[in-house]
């Protein structure tokens, strides 16, 4: 999957503009693709598979809306089978079942390959974000890594919210072992002098643990605090050891 790619994965809806390279990228349709498209009885149906392949392709999601669609995809998708294009209005009338919408999202699943995720897949998302973790805490990155992974293992990603809570359970388990690592090495009376330096209060009133942790200010220059905390904290555990 190429990097730009990225920017589109997890999006719920169509684009409300769509460029050439966008159509042809994801709305253009291999030999098996026209083919099963081409066995739907109607045009409107047609239409509808097409669009639901195309927006998988493009997002890694199901498309569970047809209120925008933009001219030129609508078009473009007339073209591809060619056909006629349909109103709108003609296509939200086709969903009006839900069995129809059912049906052209699982053809579309089942054409490109995805899948809903499994426990199995889910605990080795969870032992992949953690080692992605130990690289990047931040959490926007570890969503975008998290869409990434889900679409090139051909599972439809899930919604933000619940990345998250994988998210949350990797970091969970790397300061689990990282406790345990510390604990391991460590002597007692160390770790005490170590939570208590951490646990001290700044001139500003934050203790010294969330002062560490917090992000960077809005017009701060980041790669000089970054410096400047990590020059802090080992200054503390140096003092803390003696």
């Not at 639901?52 to 998708?77: A, D, E, K, Y």
């Not at 089942?110 to 805490?137: K, P, S, Y």
């Not at 090139?152 to 990603?157: A, M, N, R």
Request: charged share 25%; glycine share 4%.
């Amino acid at each position: 999957m190429q990097s730009w790619h990225t920017t589109y994965l997890g999006l719920r809806e169509l684009p409300r503009e769509i460029s050439t390279f966008e159509l042809q990228s994801f709305f253009t349709y291999s030999r098996t693709e026209r083919e099963l498209i081409n066995a739907r009885r109607s045009n409107a149906h047609k239409l509808g598979l097409a669009l639901h392949i195309g927006f998988l392709r493009l997002s890694g999601r199901l498309l569970n809306s047809v209120r925008i669609v933009p001219t030129t995809l609508w078009r473009h998708l007339g073209d591809e089978i060619g056909i006629t294009a349909v109103e709108l209005a003609s296509l939200r009338a086709l969903y009006v079942r839900g069995r129809t919408l059912f049906d052209h999202q699982q053809l579309a699943c089942d054409v490109l390959g995805f899948h809903w995720m499994t426990e199995h897949q889910r605990r080795a998302l969870v032992r992949t974000l953690r080692d992605e973790v130990a690289r990047c805490a931040d959490r926007d990155q570890l969503l975008v890594f998290a869409r990434r992974w889900l679409y090139q293992s051909k599972i439809l990603i899930l919604r933000d919210r619940d990345i998250r809570v994988l998210v949350t359970a990797a970091l969970g388990q790397l300061e689990e072992e990282t406790a345990k690592t510390i604990a391991a090495s460590v002597l007692p009376e160390q770790l005490v002098r170590w939570r208590d330096a951490m646990a001290a209060l700044r001139p500003d009133g934050q203790t010294q643990q969330s002062w560490l942790w917090s992000a960077p200010a809005k017009h701060s220059t980041r790669g000089r605090l970054r410096k400047r905390k990590i020059k802090h904290a080992k200054q503390v555990a140096t003092a803390a050891a003696a």
